[in-house]
């Protein structure tokens, strides 16, 4: 096992610890509400609260590998339920279950008692697990050929990778054990061999059994070659001259493959320790999570946090989980954010109203991570490429029109709430006109990519980037002032004046022009836009690429 699963496990001990520590409490809460039902039988509140607990222990035990005691709950669950909806019981009833409960869970109780003290370490390993997007690729160029290294890195480097050159073939293994990159690039022909690229991939492949997502360049374009870099399990070909912007989208491609979960999931449960043990297993997986223990607070948390996944306990004590579904899917924003339940709820009756209340979805309680991971996964995913499709520009991967001045509006109102900054940036590429005339209108697809990309990649995770219009683009910078939001958009605009694009042989550079307004200037999100677009248009008077401030 590696170390990262090995601190996982750590991790998923030490709420176990947390978790056998609380139990005898849980127990001694089961007895005192049975106590208090057994004391006034007609009281029907008492009676939903020993539900709960037992309710709670059935779910959270099973988890935890205590599945007797977890049974043992699920089973005293059963005989109440039927009162829930039908207070028919008897005295001798309520009696002869108080006798078997206080039994069981007395006996519980004293077993139990023994454990070790384990919160402080618990407490220590839990950290939020690190944002894995915002870290910086590393890229390996493994070629002879100093002239492709130097524009390929140039490029590469502009677009916010990692770069590091290996001229000589047999220096690659040692670096790879060093230092494992995200992609590599490789010539296809050394002077050790013809396909010699090819040999040495395959051989580390086996020697160190790890793939790294590779890409072959080579003069050479036959279909022998191709063939020889798709056996070599390739994810891609290029041929030289290398068209840098092609070759750094591919990586873009392959590198967001490689992180393409990261998914947000918001878990929503009062039992924190069962919370903490489900939030480590999907942080594990690479899943950012947040862990609400106050359903009151949700709206509030979902604004900030915009999960893409909630996960949701059928009981808690505020409200149900099936009436905060409800009240989820109250706001229009949220109609179609997936909601899975995961409960030790397994009467079919109570998941189908979860399922008509709005819920995805009915995992019960205990589960196996790699089953919860999985079918996690595969609703965010499609949560999320919906959403691409709605709000993206099919072209750029940006947000389209609409969606961009949705977004403004929302962080506009927040803005005015925090009493923050905001600015918004208007950016429309210079002579475009020109650049479709010239080299044709996939070429100037490209240019609209790689500005595009740069955005992406220069700014702040934060910033929200949109295609406006046809060569258009607006970001929205929140907490920003406009003079600070021109500095950082003027690190863009130089970095995207240098990036050299290509049509068949030739090579052009393009530059945008940019107005930037805040709301000193505009507190309504239409009239930011027209003084952003205002201040745009003063930059293309006075000579192009340049940024004004309104
Ligand atoms: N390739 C491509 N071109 C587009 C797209 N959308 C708009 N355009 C082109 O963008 C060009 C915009 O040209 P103009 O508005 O005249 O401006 P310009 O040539 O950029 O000149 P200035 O803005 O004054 O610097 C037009 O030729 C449009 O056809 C697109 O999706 N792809």
Redesign the pocket.
Known sequence: MNSKNDSLLEKLRALEAVFLQKLPGKCEEIIAALNDFAAHPDNKDALIVLHRHLHTMAGSAGTFGFSELGLQARAFESRIKPWLANPGWTTEEVQGLATELRHYFTHAVDGLKQAPDHESELMAELTPAEDALNETRLIYLVDEDEAQQEAITFQLEHFGYEVKRIPHLKDLALAIATRRPDVIVIELSFPEGKNAGVDEIKRIEQLQRLRIPTIFVSKNSSFESRLLAVRAKGDGYFTKPVDVVALTERIDTISQRDQSNGYRVLIIDDDVVTAKFYGAILRDAGMNVRLLNDPTQVLAVMTDFRPELLLLDVYMPVCSGVELSRLIRQDNSYVDVPIVFLSSEADVNKQLDAVKAGADDFITKPVPPEYLVSSLATRAERYRSLRALIMRDG?TGLLNHTAIKEQLEAEVLQAHRNGAPLALAMI??????????SY?????????RTLARILRQRLRRTDIVGRY???EFAVIFPDTTASTARRVLDQVRLAFSKVSQHSEEVEFSVTF?AGVADMEKATDPDQLFDVADTAMYVS?QEG?NRITLA
């Open positions: 072209l429309d590429l210079d002579n475009f006109k020109k650049i479709n005339d044709g209108h996939a070429t100037g697809d490209q240019v609209l219009g046809g060569e022009s293309k192009r």
